[in-house]
């Protein structure tokens, strides 16, 4: 089966979200679609890259414009280098890039360190998030939001406004108070680390949030806590790449762009209209087109 051009304008508004400054209203196959000013936050240009250890290229040219208040999923295949995509643009040492350009908030991402990236305000959860032994959450999501703040300009928040701005993040997803004191991830079950990794984001702010199979591993509660909480930290202003699997996440998140990824590259680009494609009929309908 072919799969068909989307019924839905890539710009639809999100329900859950405020309406992105419209600069243009425009009604298309029956939807009221608003276009948005379109400032670009990251453009991808024909992206390479290869595992450094190995020298196998991985990525062969992987071209993706996100505007501000958009939110993107990427789907694909197992290896089909979703992960790799998202690790080179938050910097990962395991990859090089061998060719392409990278621009996020008009700078040059691939110019600045992993710790520059994170500072410029992109943000990535990992497939499967790490321990930090002997540090403990609070001390982390602390030293990380006043660094923040540092390179925004702002003055560092003394213990006591810390204390109320974590617990207000706490509330945000749902967690128990005793996280804080917790070592990072250490101990935690896969379905805490992952809603950890949406506190640091509530905590840390981002413009544009990469997260990757946030939704892996997670109950239905706590799927709907993370999908709340995200919704309440998107803005008009800041961006989502999030990597899945699933069509349950993409409900809840309302993307405004869907992408399959495959063989290193964006193969197709659609709305949720091509995940029920996929879901009926598999990759291989969208690999046929490419
Ligand atoms: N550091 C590495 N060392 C060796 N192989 C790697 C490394 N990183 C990625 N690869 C390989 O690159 C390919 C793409 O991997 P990647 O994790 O990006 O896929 P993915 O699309 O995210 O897959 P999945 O849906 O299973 O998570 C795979 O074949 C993987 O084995």
Same mark, same amino acid.
């Given at each position: 089966m072919a799969l068909s051009l989307?019924?839905?304008?890539?710009?639809? @508004?999100?329900?859950l979200r405020r309406s992105p400054k419209p600069a243009l209203l425009r009604r298309l196959n029956h939807r009221v679609c608003v276009v948005s000013a379109?400032?670009? &936050?990251l453009q991808v240009n024909d992206l390479k890259a290869k595992? @450094?250890? $190995?020298? @196998?290229?991985? &990525?062969h040219g992987v071209n993706l414009t996100v505007n501000q208040g958009e939110v993107h999923a990427i789907m694909g295949k197992n290896g089909s280098g979703k992960s790799t995509f998202a690790k080179v643009l938050v910097g990962h040492p395991d990859y090089e890039v061998t060719g392409g350009s990278v621009v996020f908030k008009g700078e040059?991402? &691939?110019?600045?360190?992993p710790e520059e990236r994170s500072l410029a305000g992109l943000f990535m959860s990992f497939q499967s998030p790490v321990e930090i032994p002997g540090v403990s959450n609070d001390e982390f999501l602390v030293m990380a939001y006043n660094a923040r703040r540092k390179k925004l300009g702002l003055p560092e928040l003394g213990p006591l406004e810390c204390f109320s701005y974590l617990m207000e993040k706490l509330q945000l997803v749902n967690m128990k108070p005793d996280f804080l004191n917790r070592? @990072?991830?250490? #101990?935690? $079950?896969g379905g805490e680390r992952k809603r950890n990794e949406i506190l640091q984001l509530a905590v840390l702010g981002a413009d544009l949030a990469i997260l990757d199979e946030?939704?892996? #591993? &997670?109950d239905v509660d706590a799927l709907r806590d993370v999908a709340n909480a995200v919704n309440q930290i998107l803005t008009p202003e800041n961006s989502l790449l999030m990597i899945t699997h699933y069509r349950r996440i993409l409900d809840l998140l309302n993307p405004t762009h869907v992408h399959v990824m495959d063989k290193g590259k964006i193969a197709r680009t659609g709305d949720l209209s091509m995940v029920e494609a996929i879901e009926a009929e598999g990759y291989e309908t969208v690999s046929s087109l490419t």
């Open positions: 989307p019924t839905q304008c890539p710009h639809t @508004v999100n329900p379109a400032t670009p &936050l595992i @450094v250890e $190995s020298n @196998v290229e991985i &990525l040059n991402l &691939l110019e600045m360190e070592n @990072v991830n250490e #101990g935690f $079950s946030i939704d892996s #591993g &997670l």
